[in-house]
């Protein structure tokens, strides 16, 4: 049973440009949430999606969008990207309110 | 700003002693707590839960406290081992009607030699 993916692993932008990161979640889990990592620090929320709706946003500004597909799979688009958009962005599924299981994380580096 | 936090950034300990991690939340109102381990390259990788109805569970090597009296979480690893070391987040469940935000804290990166 595979676990949560995310593609690409790595990726490397500059400032202005748009980006999107993809998630396919764990089997038989149907909610995704999408969490920024800055270097050293904790995960922050930045939203989450249920039956292809946005239902929770976390304190980031509408550059960063999402959607989520019948097939339950979620895309993470940023827009205008800055510096400090630099981080590892990590998706995480779950089925319904239960526990969250995070993917390996795609690391976005922008000059 | 966050309303979990660890007391430590790090700790470290010798093979075989036993590790505990501690936690402090703010929000009283939380009611799902989580523990994380996150190795270096990967994403956080869940290792056990406890709901604000309960004050211990215990897992493989593993045991989870939470006093809700002063809002503390703790991580308690047997029998530590080379391959415990790594960054351990502890997370609490935002109350909201509309969805499950997990807020984390900075994490306590726990080193364990042999």
């Known amino acids: 049973d595979a676990g949560v993916t995310q593609s690409p692993t790595h990726l490397i932008k500059t400032r202005g440009q748009q980006v999107t990161l993809r998630c396919s979640p764990k089997?038989?889990?149907?909610?995704v949430s999408w969490y920024q990592q800055a270097l050293g620090q904790g995960p922050q929320f930045i939203f989450q999606y249920y039956e292809e709706e946005e239902r929770q946003r976390g304190n980031f500004p509408d550059r960063f969008s999402g959607h989520q597909f019948p097939n339950y799979s979620s895309e993470l688009n940023v827009n205008a990207l800055l510096l400090g958009d630099s981080a590892l962005y990590l998706c995480?599924?779950?089925?319904?309110?239960?526990?969250?299981?995070f993917g390996p994380g795609t690391r976005l580096t922008v000059l | 700003g966050e309303s979990v936090g660890l007391h430590l950034p790090t700790l470290s300990v010798q093979e075989g002693d036993n590790s505990i991690i501690n936690c402090a939340y703010s929000?009283?109102?939380?009611?799902?707590f989580i523990w994380y381990k996150q190795e270096s390259g990967k994403g956080p990788q869940f290792i056990i839960d406890?709901?604000?109805?309960?004050d211990k569970r215990q897992g493989q090597r593993v045991t989870v406290l939470l006093n809700k009296t002063v809002k503390h979480l703790s991580l308690q690893i047997a029998a530590t081992q080379p391959g415990d070391s790594a960054v351990y987040f502890c997370a609490e469940r935002a109350i909201d009607q509309a969805g499950t935000a997990l807020i984390f804290g900075k994490g306590t990166t726990l080193s364990v030699s042999s």
């Open positions: 406890i709901r604000s109805n309960m």
């Open positions: 089997s038989g889990h149907d909610t």
């Open positions: 929000n009283s109102a939380s009611d799902y």
């Open positions: 995480a599924s779950s089925s319904g309110f239960g526990t969250q299981y």
